[in-house]
Nanobody, 114 residues
Framework: QVQLVESGGGLVQPGGSLRLSCAAS????????MGWYRQAPGKQREWVAT???????LYANSVKGRFTISRDNAKNTVYLQMNSLKPEDTAVYYC????????WGRGTQVTVSS
């Protein structure tokens, strides 16, 4: 059974930075994509960024230029470096791996507030 565990969330002031990590445990084969999503209170979950098997990266317009997605294949881990954070980035952040099926983490809270 594949399990994903996110870490790195917390409280940060506007303009600050955080780095999220998501590590997979269990047998994971042929991951075609790793991604990050977020859900703010009272809103639907939205896509943030994806990194493909080819190492191509895709970003939502709202985070382009501020967030960077990367991965360590040997560790089955994906990262999200978040810079220039804004209050509107406040949300629970979830990672998702696609390997035949989709696997989701349980989320990590990011709060941007002064």
């Amino acid at each position: 059974q594949v399990q994903l565990v996110e870490s790195g969330g917390g409280l940060v002031q506007p303009g600050g930075s955080l780095r999220l990590s998501c590590a997979a445990s269990g047998q994971v084969f042929s991951i075609s994509a790793m991604g990050w999503y977020r859900q703010a209170p009272g809103k639907q979950r939205e896509w943030v960024a994806t990194i493909l098997r080819t190492d191509s990266t895709l970003y939502a317009n709202s985070v382009k230029g501020r967030f960077t997605i990367s991965r360590d294949n040997a560790k089955n881990t994906v990262y999200l470096q978040m810079n220039s954070l804004k209050p509107e980035d406040t949300a629970v952040y979830y990672c998702k791996f696609t390997s035949g099926a989709d696997y989701w983490g349980r989320g990590t809270q990011v709060t941007v507030s002064s």
